[in-house]
């Protein structure tokens, strides 16, 4: 028979055991945390490391192209077709006057500075190529402009032809960092930064932009118009940005180029 002290010397061991057991299964565990957090750490080291090697961490965001002046007001490449034959006077003055749903916004074209651009939106406006359009981009920092001409309304649209670059060095020499201002009231047109990539689109400046000297002006708002673009870029895009659909909309009712 078992006596009452080796029972309890018993009980001691069995639960010493038990502990043991316990601790053996603690550490056994513990080690295994550790393995998983060492590797998921060096994973994320890894990461990291691709992220910084890739550049997704420097100070200018890639993907801005809001704050690059220069890349904002483009367009892609058009199909083509052939751009319309020398029809205007190469030494006169011209006005383009667009009724707008916003308001009345008129420019003066000095054709003997840019034959071609004037000899093509005379073309357009003629066959009502901007009527019932869109001005289908505000952008109200950095540069600050109203960008229309596109058929689409969506900034991919053109008239299936380029016209040549013309006028660039009439805003003087660039700065350092290779721009020169865009003054309020000036019309320059849109390319896709590339040189002779011209096509219908055009911005309306209103208000000093620095730019790459690579957008040919070719017009120049009068006071009234002036108006009417700060009235619109007051009221800024549909969905609070820097840049995009303005707010109050602006559609092209009727556009008309005449010669003074």
Not at 68 to 83: G, T, V
Not at 198 to 208: A, E, I, M, P, T
């Amino acid at each position: 028979m078992v006596t009452s002290d080796q029972r309890r010397r018993q009980l001691a061991r069995e639960k010493y055991e038990r502990q043991q057991k316990r601790r053996a299964e603690a550490r056994r565990r513990s080690r295994q945390r550790l393995a998983i957090i060492g590797a998921a750490s060096a994973a994320v080291i890894a990461a990291l490391i691709g992220l910084i090697a890739g550049g997704v961490f420097d100070s200018k965001d890639k993907n801005d192209s809001a704050a690059e002046p220069s890349a904002s007001p483009s367009l892609p490449e058009p199909k083509k077709s052939p751009s319309p034959a020398m029809a205007i006077d190469d030494k006169a003055k011209y006005t383009f006057d667009l009724k707008t749903s916003a308001g009345e916004i008129r420019f003066g074209m000095d054709a003997s500075k840019t034959p071609q651009t004037v000899n093509s939106f005379k073309s357009l406006a003629d066959k009502g190529f901007f009527d019932k359009t869109k001005c289908h981009r505000l952008v109200t920092s950095g540069i600050y402009v109203l960008q229309c001409g596109d058929p689409e309304g969506t900034g991919r649209g053109g008239p299936g032809y380029n016209i040549p670059d013309e006028n660039l060095d009439s805003l003087g020499k660039p700065n350092e960092q290779g721009q020169v201002v865009y003054p309020a009231g000036t019309v320059a047109m849109a390319n896709t930064g590339r040189p002779g990539t011209g096509g219908s689109q055009f911005f309306l400046v209103y208000k000093d932009s620095p730019l790459a000297p690579s957008y040919t002006p070719f017009g120049k708002i009068d006071a009234e118009g002036l108006k009417v673009l700060e009235e619109v870029a007051k009221a800024g895009t549909a969905d609070g940005a820097q840049d995009g659909a303005p707010k109050t909309p602006v559609t092209i009712e009727k556009a008309a180029v005449t010669k003074d």
